[in-house]
């Protein structure tokens, strides 16, 4: 605390500067006071003013010059003496000095006047110098790791508001630098997940035109297994053709695919996918919308422009991994993409979705060489919880798997030429139709106890044989009546499969690649077949079984392949042959465009592909099949694509 004198001699110091700081143009251009006529003659100096303290009477000096000389300073005496010896670098002193030397401010005053100053200065160094030691302190603190309290320890800190003022801006400072490294609210930016998901898609327009061969047979002899098995059974007593295949009315339809996805990066090796895709029906080869024609949940509704259904395509999680120098491993949960290496469709459709779980693992053994293992386990049918649906007591469950594998390596024979081949085994369970129990169905809802065991989605190719087990009785007319039947795969399958494919690199940009593909059913029984079988038969289906347990296909394409354009000029050609008899692969998945879909043809197919863009392009294709066993069943198929991607 200061004390009252201090209080009054910098009230009093203050208000003196303030009024010299006024006077100070005036004292500098004063002239020097006007003195007596007498004193002029003397030449004697001026007089100072008086210097007596305040109180003190001051004494009138007279006119009359023998009077004032006993008042008057001595004119011999020493002059008012300035309180510096030199003048000094701050103005107030020299101004105060200024003051002394013109007899304004005595020396006590102007003592006065110079200690209070000094005091000021002294208290403002002080408040100056303990902000910085407590803007040090904090800093300090905030450099220190953080300190236990004790549990008994009480603190009250105060913090000047100057320092509360520079926290909170050193706060915001450091907020909107995170702000602007995170992208809280950038312009044009999105939160941090959204930047871990990235959506493709592509869409065609597709017209294709069948067209069948006059010498097909016509006759009843191509039955819809497909349409059986997805419908009500049929009464094969009946007088009725069961639905037939088209084989003598040539079709065009044009058609649409869209699909649309999302790839997802869950971090730490993990991601994800979703696709939707378009489709008629949700069949597992093809995601084509015929316009015009109604879907699978239209009921019957469909044309004049109605709409169109999405599908769940792909629906995946992924775990990705190098547990070695060269190696990774890649796991896969749902529903995804083929995994297996094929170079071409004789059995599996490029549109063929796989359920269940695989993996793949590979290894760079050293440069030029790779070796590549893959497999996995595969869901194809599971009973339904309430099957059969009209009976009080259900049947036991009838669930189909695949269990495959596959090894492969990948290797370079010079610097320029690439080969890949691979050997797989598939081993389908429960895939063949089963003789139900005897039992005798007295209309269509009565189910067999190996209904499951039929295909629900089929093209054509497949030996079919009938699955229920039907006892002649006095109510179906001794089996002349009421003959309400399904149909099953007459083979079994296991198959193994080799794929392989060349390429040549030396003519850059232009890739010239051999493909290869050899597939044979172990499980096929000719003789076996051959005492159910109810097509395939030679004779218009009268005669002995004439399917087989063989695919192959050769052919060469030239250019880039068309998922790898990325401008336009890109271009892609292509020849190749096939060899599919009818139990060597599954007829539900395989082609779905070569001669209609399925089995038991051979043929060969014609492709050209052009980009107009980086991300679109056009390709037409000619496909020539006929049937292998059976009745003569020839297909022409031209069509011709419009694709972009994004």
């Known amino acids: 605390m200061l004390k009252s004198s201090q209080v009054w001699r910098r009230q009093f110091a203050c208000f ?27 030449n004697a100096p001026a007089a100072a003013p008086s210097t007596a303290e305040p109180g003190a009477v001051t004494q009138e000096i007279p006119l009359d010059p023998a009077q004032a000389s006993a008042v008057l300073p001595d004119p011999a005496g020493a002059a008012p003496q300035p309180i510096l010896a030199a003048p000094s670098q701050n103005v107030t002193l020299n101004l105060i000095n200024r003051l002394v030397q013109k007899g304004v401010l005595t020396h006590s005053e102007a003592a006065d006047l110079i200690k209070g100053a000094e005091e000021d200065a002294a208290f403002a160094k002080a408040q100056a110098q303990a902000l910085a030691d407590t803007q040090a302190a904090v800093a300090a603190q905030n450099a220190m790791p953080p300190v236990e309290p ?23 400072t450091e907020v909107f630098a995170q702000a602007r490294a995170q992208q809280w609210a950038a312009p044009n930016s999105a939160p941090e997940w959204t930047q871990r998901i990235k959506i493709f898609g592509d869409i065609r327009m597709r017209h294709d035109n069948f067209m069948f061969a006059p010498g097909n047979d016509n006759t009843g002899v191509f039955p819809n297994f497909n349409a059986i098995n997805t419908g009500a059974p049929f009464d094969v007593s009946g007088t009725v053709f069961s639905p037939q295949l088209n084989v003598d009315q040539d079709r065009e339809r044009t058609r649409l695919r869209t699909r649309i996805g999302f790839d997802i990066d869950l971090e730490d090796g993990f991601t994800a996918g979703i696709r939707m895709a378009t489709g008629a029906n949700n069949s597992p080869i093809s995601t084509n919308q015929t316009l015009g024609s109604a879907s699978a949940g239209s009921g019957g509704q469909g044309g004049n422009f109605s709409k169109y259904e999405l599908w769940l395509d792909r ?38 979705g796989l359920d269940g779980i695989a993996f793949k693992v590979s290894n760079q053994w050293k440069p030029g060489f790779k070796a590549f293992l893959t497999g996995g386990a595969f869901p194809v049918f599971n009973s339904d919880l309430n099957f059969a649906s009209h009976n009080a007591a259900k049947f036991e469950s009838y669930n189909k798997y695949l269990f495959a594998a596959q090894f492969g390596v990948e290797f370079k024979i010079t610097e320029d030429i690439e080969a890949k081949m691979s050997l797989a085994y598939y081993d389908w369970k429960n895939i063949e139709g089963r003789l139900s129990d005897p039992f005798v169905p007295l209309d269509p809802t009565d189910a067999g106890n190996t209904d499951n065991s039929r295909p629900l989605f089929a093209q054509k190719g497949n030996t079919y044989r009938p699955i229920r087990n039907i006892t002649p009785t ?66 218009g289906g009268a005669g002995a079984f004439d399917g087989g347990d063989t695919a192959w296909y050769m052919g060469v ?55 107009l863009s980086k991300r679109t392009w056009m390709r037409m294709a000619y496909m020539s099949a006929s049937q292998i066993a059976g009745p003569q069943l020839q297909t022409d198929v031209f069509l011709i694509d419009f694709s972009a991607k994004f």
Request: aromatic residues 12%; contains cysteine.
């Open 16 to 42: 003196t500067a303030s009024l010299c700081a006024a006077m100070q143009p005036v004292l500098l251009h004063a002239a020097e006071p006007a003195l007596p006529g007498p004193l002029l003659a003397e």
């Open 150 to 172: 004790d549990a008994e320890e009480v603190r009250v800190t105060y913090i000047p508001e100057s320092v509360k003022a520079q926290i909170r801006d050193q706060l915001r």
């Open 315 to 352: 629906a995946f999680i992924k775990y990705e991994a190098s547990f070695l120098d060269h190696a990774n491993v890649t796991m896969l949960l749902g529903r995804f993409d083929n995994p297996f290496m094929n170079s071409s469709q004789i059995m599996w459709d490029e549109d063929v």
């Open 474 to 539: 006095a109510l179906n007319g001794f089996g002349t009546t009421n003959q309400y039947q399904y149909f099953g795969l007459a083979s079994e399958f296991r198959q193994i499969a080799w794929a392989g494919r060349l390429d040549f690199n030396q003519f850059e940009p232009v890739q010239v690649s051999l493909l290869g593909e050899y597939i044979k059913n172990l499980a096929f029984d000719q003789s076996a077949i051959n005492a159910f079988a109810v097509n395939n038969r030679t004779g």
């Open 557 to 611: 394409n030239v250019g880039k392949a068309i998922t790898a354009f990325d401008k336009p000029g890109d271009w892609a050609l292509g020849i190749g042959y096939r060899h599919v008899e009818s139990d060597a692969v599954i007829d539900g998945l395989n082609d779905s465009v070569f001669g209609g879909g399925g089995t038991n043809m051979e043929g060969y197919t014609l492709n050209a592909a052009l980009a």
